[in-house]
């Protein structure tokens, strides 16, 4: 019983990551994301910036996007909630997301 509550509370809370290139392919921001359900929806979203030739990870402190959703019979897939498919990059350093509750910018070191 215990183990399969184990697996059942790490497929709850797995974290995903998205990869979204500069459009002039100089800078990688990494999106580290998860959804965890308890009544609602909470969206927790990190940001990484990859150094060293792409072999490590920069957190970007303080740029974090967390958000609660009260739960409703629609799910709204994490991508949505951010807007990672529909991110505009104002420079190599600077990218804005259209969130659900407004703009989100992301600054690059």
């Known amino acids: ?10 497929a709850t809370i797995d974290y995903h990551y ?3 290139k500069s ?5 990688t921001l990494i999106v580290k994301y ?10 927790s979203f990190d940001f990484y910036q990859k150094t060293f030739f792409g072999l490590f990870m ?3 402190e303080g740029q974090d996007y967390f958000i609660l959703i009260q739960s409703s019979v629609d ?4 991508r949505e909630v951010l807007g990672t498919e529909y991110a505009n990059w104002i420079n190599e ?5 259209n969130t659900v509750t ?8």
């Open 75 to 78: 799910y709204t897939p994490p």
């Open 23 to 27: 459009p002039e392919q100089t800078e």
């Open 93 to 97: 350093k600077e990218i804005l997301f």
């Open 34 to 43: 998860r959804v965890t359900t308890l009544g609602e929806r909470s969206y």
């Open 102 to 109: 407004g703009e989100k910018k992301v600054f690059l070191k």
């Open 58 to 60: 920069k957190n970007l």
């Open 18 to 20: 998205s990869y979204i």
């Open 1 to 10: 019983m215990i183990l399969v509550t184990y697996f059942l509370w790490n």
